[in-house]
């Protein structure tokens, strides 16, 4: 299934990531945008009211401009006051803000004129009325062009229409006092920051969707309100979230395209991996990841199993050619026992003849047992099956048993073993290294000179075991030095074998060595001889 | 027919010439490389059988060597098996490739067939007009009458039917049918000629005097 690969579960992850991103941010600047338009529309219902309900002003301060100086108050800047009676007693160094000069206490919604001047003109209600119809007429009339959208309608106190736009669309419902939110704490009527207009100076507003709407109490009760509808804001809006569904799309494609490239890139070195693993899986051993110009995580994980993959190959080779070796030893002297029964029975013979053929086959299973019990005491030694027998013996006394055995084969051929022994008291299977001391001996005298001499010597030495052995024969080339512990190596290729040697002994003897915890290790000059050092630690 | 066999292992080396020997070939024995190339290069052999593992010089190394002067068949004995030293033994020049370890029929019956093919025969069977031989089962007839001839005899009707037309020397008959241990008495070729002549028709053999013999 490719979406269980790493690169697609990566770009699944990512877009999810660039989806909710881009998602959120969209939203928000939509949400924004969405507030502030129609936070612009409330303003302008809430200015026309404001306009509206301010009479006496000439209309051409709101004509034009599109945002009317006297945001913060009703009243406004420094103007005559016409109607000192409605709005703002303190008319003289006019006050900012609030619905008439916002900073003074509270004035009591009776008492509109204020003490001001002083003097108190009469309540002429039916004249504001006029004057507020007539304002918003006007206003009305010229933010209705060029299109017709803007309408008002004036109640009286008792709910009957005094007068309202042609355009207003039938059954608004008159507000009812108190029922709009009195403007947030610290903001005036426009929601911008500043004293909070006076009680009775209030301009609310309402949506009623589509059409936002304004309105205003006059401290007599009526009620004029002003409204448009909403559909030019809705519009801008929508356009403007298609054009963010339209940015966000095309950015999330970047993203996943910029993505999928990164994924690739990063998955590549992943696949040249798993490509030389499966080329290996398929038998191909020698193959390397090339890690040439990846000094990174990866460059260092393929390093790691490119050096896994050379152990394991050299692990098989060594192990093929172990296998093959081991046949071959075996199969020389089974072809000896086969040709010399068939030609012994091909016909009848004389009793020396059998005995001949007889022997020729003891000889060759004899040496068959002996490579036989070689190859199971490796494999024993390798699987670590038969656990070292773990006892305190002197080391000196191993060597002298291993010397005496020996003798016999030394002096055949004319050999002197010198011994220089000092007691060591080591721990292991003396057994075992009593076979390691003969090994190395046979060796000795197999590879020395006739009339030669071999040295033997054990001493201890900073808790350590030292075993050496030397001759004086032929020794060993430089070239085979580095091979004479593996398996069935031969340094003349069969003149062991005619001497019915295996070619597992050193290895064997390392593998005792090892198992104890040892080293085994071997110095030698061509034509001068060789030392073999045997290092076991004392506990 | 004279085989070389080159074996270090002296118990095989042995058997195989002794089984050899009684299949009527002249057989000499090499323990290694060195003298096994001196051999092959000095004496005329019709064929060689070689072991790989030599000491002093190795089965390959001599079969390059011997190569570069003669194209005596040889037969390589070898106790590996792997394809890749098989085709590395037919491409270094051998003629065949007998893994250890064998049967002796088989050894025997590949020599023949080495032998058979050196003298370009497709078929153990030879005729030569009333006298037909059978190299497999080294019989001889004379008109659908079985023959008995002795070891020797065979060898040399043999060998001469197998080069039949061409001239064969004195020096040739003895150097293939004599090993280096026979005694070469002169007149012992002309024993065994004569007795032959009585058994197959004095014409089977007609004599060049002073060159050798020849079988038409």
């Given amino acids: ?539 | 027919m004279r085989v070389l066999v080159v074996e270090d292992e002296p118990d095989l080396l042995a058997s195989v010439v002794n089984a050899l020997r009684e299949d009527g070939y002249a057989v000499d024995g090499a323990v290694d490389g060195e003298e096994g190339l001196y051999k092959a290069e000095n004496y005329e052999y019709d064929a060689i059988l070689l072991d790989i593992m030599l000491p002093k010089i190795d089965g390959w190394e001599l079969l390059r060597r011997l190569r570069l002067r003669k194209k005596t068949p040889v037969l390589m004995l070898t106790a590996r098996d792997a394809i890749r030293d098989r085709v590395r033994g037919l491409d270094s020049g051998a003629d065949d490739y007998l893994v250890k370890p064998f049967d002796v029929d088989e050894l025997l019956a590949r020599v023949r067939a080495l032998i058979r093919r050196s003298a370009s025969e497709a078929t153990s069977r030879i005729e030569l007009g009333e006298v037909a031989i059978d190299t497999a089962t080294r019989a001889v007839t004379r008109n659908g009458e079985p023959l008995m001839l002795t070891a020797r005899e065979y060898s040399l009707v043999e060998y001469l039917a197998l080069h039949r037309g061409k001239l064969v020397t004195r020096t040739t008959l003895y150097e293939h049918l004599f090993n280096e241990d026979d005694d070469t008495l002169s007149n012992l070729l002309d024993v065994h000629v004569s007795n032959i002549r009585k058994k197959l028709g004095h014409d089977f053999i007609s004599t060049r005097r002073g060159h050798g013999y020849c079988v038409e």
């Fill in chain 1, 1 to 539: 299934m490719i979406f269980n690969s790493i690169r697609w579960r990566m770009q699944l992850w990512h877009g999810l990531i660039l989806v909710l991103v881009l998602g959120s941010f969209g939203l928000s600047a939509y949400q924004l945008a969405r507030k502030d338009k129609l936070r612009q529309a409330e303003e302008e219902v809430k200015l026309c009211v404001a306009e509206a309900a301010r009479p006496g002003l000439p209309p051409d301060r709101f004509r034009g401009a599109g945002r009317p100086e006297p945001l913060d108050g009703f009243g406004g800047g420094n103007r005559p006051e016409p109607n000192p009676d409605h709005f703002g007693e303190g008319s003289g160094p006019e006050p900012p803000g609030g619905f008439g000069g916002g900073d003074r206490p509270e004035p009591p919604p009776e008492r509109f004129g204020g003490g001001g001047r002083g003097k108190k003109p009469p309540f002429e209600r039916g004249f504001f009325r006029e004057q507020i119809s007539t304002n918003a007429l006007r206003v009305v009339a010229s933010k209705n062009n060029p299109t017709p959208a803007y309408y008002f309608i004036f109640w009286k106190e008792d709910g009957a229409v005094l007068a309202s736009s042609t355009n207003a669309p039938p059954g608004i419902p008159r507000p009812t006092p108190l029922l709009g939110a009195r403007p947030e704490p610290g903001r005036n009527n426009w929601g911008h920051a500043g004293p909070p207009p006076a009680k009775g100076f209030e301009v609310y507003s309402r949506t009623r969707a589509p059409l936002q709407e304004a309105y205003h109490f006059t401290p007599g009760g009526d009620c004029i309100l002003v409204g448009r509808p909403l559909q030019p804001e809705y519009a801008a809006l929508r356009q403007r979230a298609l054009w963010l569904v339209a940015a966000g799309g095309a950015v999330l494609m970047c993203g996943l395209a910029g993505g999928m490239w990164v994924a690739t890139r990063a998955i590549r070195p992943i696949e040249d991996i798993s490509a030389t693993a499966v080329k290996i899986a398929a038998g191909d051993l020698s193959q390397r990841i090339d890690t040439a110009g990846t000094d990174n995580e990866l460059g260092h994980l393929a390093a790691l199993l490119n050096a896994t993959f050379a152990r394991l190959e050299t692990a098989f080779s060594q192990q093929a050619r172990f296998t093959s070796d081991a046949s071959h030893e075996l199969r020389t002297p089974v072809t000896v026992i086969l040709t010399q029964t068939q030609t012994a029975l091909s016909r009848e013979r004389p009793a020396a003849d059998y005995r001949g053929a007889l022997e020729a086959c003891q000889r060759a299973a004899q040496r068959m047992r002996k490579l036989i019990e070689s190859l199971l005491e490796l494999a024993r030694l390798d699987a670590g099956q038969e656990p070292l027998k773990q006892e305190r013996f002197d080391l000196s006394r191993v060597v002298r048993d291993g010397v005496e055995l020996v003798r016999p084969l030394a002096a055949e051929h004319g050999i002197t073993i010198q011994c220089g022994l000092a007691p060591v008291e080591c721990l292991g299977d003396s057994e075992r290294l009593g076979q390691v001391v003969v090994n190395l001996l046979s060796n000795a005298i197999q590879f020395n000179r006739d009339q030669g001499e071999i040295l033997i010597s054990a001493a201890s030495h900073e808790r350590t075991a030292v075993l050496t052995v030397a001759d004086h024969g032929l020794g060993i080339p430089a070239a085979d030095l580095p091979h004479i512990f593996e398996r069935f190596y031969r340094v003349d290729k069969s003149r062991s074998r005619l001497q019915g040697r295996s070619g597992l002994g050193l290895a064997i003897c390392k593998a005792i060595v090892e198992a104890h915890g040892g080293s085994l290790e071997v110095a030698s000059q061509e034509g001068q001889g060789s030392t073999f050092t045997v290092k076991l630690p004392i506990p």
